[in-house]
């Protein structure tokens, strides 16, 4: 099945590739960003979609949640569900499906069965500073 890329205005449920979250693409061409944001401050945005396909090989060698959450959008893929990505930068969801079609014509993701997670996975990115604003319903 497709791969559908939206940016924000998506209506569909989807997977959000936010900056903070371990999909993200953390590079921005946003000036107004403060420390620590602002050490992933680029140029232009092909400089910003250039460094994260290096991003995502960076994380694939050192970050296993990183690895399971791909693997898992990438057996997604191969069982035939669609996958739906909502972004801002469209350019980083293409980037992103670009490497699970990749990956899932190389035939190298085991069909195994979905990893089963000590914890939820949400928390991670709820520890990296994720918030939500006061007076709305946790979601969790």
């Not at 959000?16 to 979250?21: A, C, N, V």
């Not at 990438?74 to 035939?80: D, E, K, S, W, Y």
């Not at 930068?89 to 699970?100: E, M, P, S, V, Y």
Request: with cysteine.
């Amino acid at each position: 099945m497709p791969i559908e890329v939206y940016g924000r205005d998506c209506k569909k449920a989807a997977t959000f590739i936010g900056r903070s979250g371990v999909l993200g693409n953390p590079y921005t061409t946003d000036r107004s960003k403060k420390p620590p944001d602002n050490k992933y401050l680029v140029g232009s945005l092909e400089e910003s979609r250039a460094l994260y396909k290096l991003h995502l090989g960076e994380l694939w060698e050192t970050d296993e949640y990183f690895r399971l959450v791909l693997l898992s959008l990438v057996r997604a893929h191969l069982h035939g569900d669609t996958v739906v990505f909502a972004c801002v930068d469209t350019g980083a969801g293409d980037i992103l499906k670009t490497t699970i079609e990749e990956m899932a014509a190389l035939g190298a993701v085991p069909m195994e069965e979905e990893p089963v997670f000590e914890e939820q996975p949400v928390k991670r990115e709820l520890d990296q500073g994720w918030k939500w604003d006061a007076g709305e319903e946790d979601p969790f």
